[in-house]
């Protein structure tokens, strides 16, 4: 059954960089595009970024462009977020989704807190 | 890339049918017909239940359904069970491969 299991939020000063690390697995990861998808407290969700299966493709929201990297380890069926001048308003949790059609299968997310 | 508008919470007894609304621009939900729907309970991976407007992906009961006229899109859900309190999120392709989600709705069945 396909598994994605997010790692490495935690609590970082305004801006602070962090890593987050979606491991995939009961499918071709490497076969699918890829989302980062956060939802801060009380709010909606929010797309953030996008990487296609060769990792040659890639999108950002225009919230995170230029601070956020977004990346893939098809060896390793790992999805990645490199996240750098972390701002208040990015604290959230993170999902990593798949996404075919639609994103069909996400994560249960990692919180990220960005605070002094 | 403003949020789509879904109201903020709809209720409904066991059995009987709620509509919850997801209003865009001819950007977003009024131009493609890539809109989805997520059920997610707190804690837990958010779950497609629509996509391409109206597309049940498979283990999805039948009554949940999904249409669109002009820039709403409309998750409905029929024979209401308890299982199904939960927050609803829409979902639509707004161009340059990029998406935007609603705000959410919270679905109590009383």
């Known amino acids: 059954q396909v598994q994605l299991v997010e790692s490495g939020g935690g609590l970082v000063k305004p801006g602070g960089s962090l890593r987050l690390s979606c491991a995939a697995s009961g499918f071709t990861f490497s076969d699918y595009y890829m989302s980062w998808i956060r939802q801060a407290p009380g709010k909606g969700l929010e797309w953030v970024s996008c990487?296609?299966?060769?990792?040659?493709?890639?999108y950002y929201a225009d919230s995170v462009k230029g601070r956020f990297t977004i990346s893939r380890d098809n060896a390793k069926n790992s999805l990645y977020l490199q996240m750098n001048s972390l701002r208040a308003e990015d604290t959230a949790v993170y999902y990593c989704?798949?996404?075919?059609?639609?994103?069909?299968?996400w994560g249960q997310g990692t919180l990220v807190t960005v605070s002094s | 890339q403003s949020a789509l508008t879904q109201p903020r919470s709809v209720s409904g007894s066991p059995g009987q049918s709620v509509t919850i609304s997801c209003t865009g621009t001819s950007s977003d939900v009024g131009g493609y017909n890539y809109v989805s729907w997520y059920q997610h309970h707190p804690g837990k991976a958010p779950q497609l239940m629509i996509y391409?407007?109206?597309k049940r992906p498979s283990g999805v009961p039948d009554r949940f359904s999904g249409s669109k006229s002009g820039n709403t899109a409309s998750l409905t859900i029929s024979g209401l069970q308890a299982e199904d309190e939960a927050d609803y999120y829409c979902c639509s392709y707004a161009g340059s491969y990029t998406w935007v989600f609603g705000g959410g709705t919270k679905l109590t069945v009383l």
């Open positions: 989704a798949r996404f075919t059609y639609a994103f069909d299968y």
């Open positions: 391409d407007v109206s």
């Open positions: 990487i296609s299966s060769s990792g040659g493709t890639i």
